[in-house]
């Protein structure tokens, strides 16, 4: 079975850095591509970008150019996202998700998320 | 840069009556490109529909999907209680997944 685990929710300060991980279990962590969202209270989720784990290419989504960092750690099957500069309005859920398929078209699973609230 | 907009925003029905949500594309979109997801309180989202009109692994025939162009519908034919849920649109171009705003699908 396919399992993405992340890490648990994170309260940081305006201006703060976070760091999140998802941990893949039951398929070779190098065969798919990890995509990270943000979903805000309300609203539908947004691609922030992905991290191939074989070569560590990564692409991000316009708006969080400068914004996000993510990596991958093929020694323990696990990528991460890294937010800087947080602010207010970043208090989301953040989710990694996976596309088993050859063309990446649609994300399979999903992690259960991880919780980060920004707040003074 | 495609954008869906999803309506109804929120949709009241009862158990056993039938649902229809949309989703409109600013551009035309390769149907093989285009799925919906369900999300209940708490959960991460979860595949439904693919390539327009396939059914996602585990997901009750219900549920189909159709659709071409700009315009793609998602139909619940007899509302279950585990139905009630947010359905969002997703499609896939140049690596990027963009998703709809959602629709609440609650009961009446």
């Known amino acids: 079975e396919v399992q993405l685990v992340q890490s648990g929710a994170e309260m940081k300060k305006p201006g703060a850095t976070v760091k999140i991980s998802c941990k893949v279990s039951?398929?070779?962590?190098?065969?798919?591509?990890i995509n990270w969202l943000q979903q805000a209270p309300g609203k539908g989720p947004e691609w922030m970008g992905l991290?191939?784990?074989?070569?560590?290419?990564?692409i991000y989504a316009e708006r969080f150019q400068g914004k996000v960092t993510i990596s991958a750690d093929t020694t323990i099957d696990t990528a991460f996202m890294e937010l800087s500069s947080l602010k207010l309005e970043e208090t989301a859920m953040y989710y990694c998700?996976?596309?088993?398929?050859?063309?990446?078209?649609?994300?399979?699973?999903w992690g259960e998320g991880t919780t980060v609230i920004v707040s003074s | 840069e495609i954008v869906l907009t999803q309506s109804p925003g929120t949709l009241s029905l009862s158990p056993g009556e039938r649902a229809t949500l949309s989703c409109r594309a600013s551009q035309r979109t390769n149907s093989r490109y285009l799925g919906w997801y369900q999300q209940k309180p708490g959960q991460a989202p979860r595949l439904v529909i693919y390539g327009v009109s396939n059914r996602a692994t585990g997901i009750p025939d219900r549920f189909s999907g159709s659709g071409s162009g700009t315009d793609f519908t998602l139909i619940i034919s007899r509302l279950e209680p585990e139905d009630f849920a947010v359905y969002f649109c997703?499609?896939?171009?140049?690596?990027?997944?963009?998703f709809g705003q959602g629709t609440k699908l609650e009961i009446k």
């Open positions: 991290v191939d784990p074989q070569d560590g290419e990564v």
């Open positions: 997703q499609e896939y171009g140049d690596a990027h997944y963009t």
């Open positions: 039951g398929y070779t962590f190098t065969a798919h591509n």
């Open positions: 998700a996976v596309s088993l398929r050859d063309l990446p078209t649609f994300l399979d699973v």
